[in-house]
């Protein structure tokens, strides 16, 4: 039992924090930085680009989209977040 609640534990903790933002190089200086963490918010990718371009960089575009939606209990409507998509497409000065 006490297995069981420390792997359930751990599983939460993962899908709370979600992923640390993450800078895939598109051409060389052009890069897409993603940031999907469930509770993070868009200066997560701010702080990823300033860190991958020292020098600056250019917002060619950007997207913050959160789907938010209702299940429902027998007894309940349950709210929910899901499919965070947030990222920015930026080219280094």
Same mark, same amino acid.
């Given at each position: 039992? &006490? !297995?069981?609640?420390?792997?359930? =534990?751990?599983?939460?903790?993962?899908?709370?924090?979600?992923? @640390? *933002?993450? @800078?895939?190089?598109? #051409? *060389?200086?052009?890069?897409?930085? !993603?940031? &999907?963490?469930? %509770?993070?918010?868009? #200066?997560?990718?701010?702080?990823?680009?300033? /860190?991958?371009?020292? $020098? =600056?960089? &250019?917002? $060619? #575009?950007? !997207?913050? &989209?959160?789907?938010? =939606?209702? #299940? %429902?209990?027998?007894?309940?409507?349950? *709210?929910?977040? =899901?499919?965070?998509?947030? @990222?920015? $497409?930026? /080219?280094?000065?």
């Amino acid at each position: 039992m &006490e !297995k069981r609640v420390v792997i359930i =534990g751990v599983a939460a903790a993962v899908m709370l924090t979600g992923c @640390s *933002p993450k @800078s895939t190089q598109l #051409s *060389p200086n052009t890069y897409l930085v !993603k940031c &999907e963490q469930m %509770f993070g918010a868009m #200066s997560d990718c701010v702080t990823a680009a300033k /860190k991958q371009c020292p $020098l =600056g960089y &250019e917002v $060619l #575009s950007a !997207k913050d &989209e959160n789907n938010v =939606g209702t #299940s %429902f209990d027998r007894t309940k409507v349950i *709210p929910h977040i =899901g499919n965070v998509k947030r @990222s920015m $497409l930026i /080219k280094c000065q």
